[in-house]
């Protein structure tokens, strides 16, 4: 994954993430398994979106504003306990090899 526009800091930070990258969580790649499905208006939402409690379609102004707030996870809510004390760099790698 490419990220073009970052600050120095950011970059930095980045260059970290990668040198310390691991395979993804376990309990990540079960997040993804789960798979993905789209509802009647087409809105493509993460199978396990639901598991924090149901959302509405009808509460959101567009199908964008919903899919982006129901499939967004926090690494830490889904991944092992291991990630409960895992450094910054280690989460941002976990989320560059989710994101890839």
């Known amino acids: 994954m490419h990220i073009e526009k970052v ?5 930095s ?18 997040y993804l398994t789960a798979g993905f499905l ?12 639901g598991c924090f409690g ?3 379609r009808a509460s959101f102004d ?9 499939n967004k996870i926090h690494i830490e809510d889904w991944g092992s306990e291991a990630l409960w004390t895992a450094t910054t760099e280690e989460m941002i ?7 890839d």
């Open 38 to 49: 789209i509802e009647d208006d087409g809105s493509v939402v993460s199978a396990a979106s």
């Open 54 to 56: 149901p959302s509405e």
């Open 62 to 70: 567009d199908r964008v504003n919903y899919e982006a707030f129901v």
């Open 7 to 11: 600050n120095s800091a950011m970059r």
């Open 93 to 99: 790698g976990q989320a560059l090899v989710l994101a």
């Open 13 to 30: 930070l980045l260059d970290s993430a990668k040198e310390t990258s691991s395979p993804l969580d376990a309990d990540l790649v079960s």
